[in-house]
């Protein structure tokens, strides 16, 4: 599959054809990083650390939990 660098600013860009974006699982707003492999430009879209329950309540006190509070009575056909 062929492209071409096109002037965007004062920068180069690329365009992602849609079939190869599918394949590669990226799609707008992918994070991605820049490597060079020879002379190749080698593009890798970043992967999310997968977080434990343990380290998201990292930090977590009974200082910063918020209390709970009443949202008054229930209208329309809410499940309390």
Request: some cysteine.
């Amino acid at each position: 599959m062929a492209g071409v660098i096109a002037k965007w600013g004062n920068s180069l860009a690329i365009r992602i054809p849609r079939s190869l974006a599918e394949q590669v699982h990226i799609t707008e707003g992918t994070a991605i990083n820049f490597s060079v492999e020879g002379n190749s430009i080698v593009i890798t879209p970043q992967k999310r650390k997968k977080y434990t329950l343990d380290e998201l309540l990292e930090g977590m006190t009974c200082d910063v939990f918020h209390p709970e509070f009443d949202t008054g009575n229930a209208e329309g056909k809410e499940d309390w």
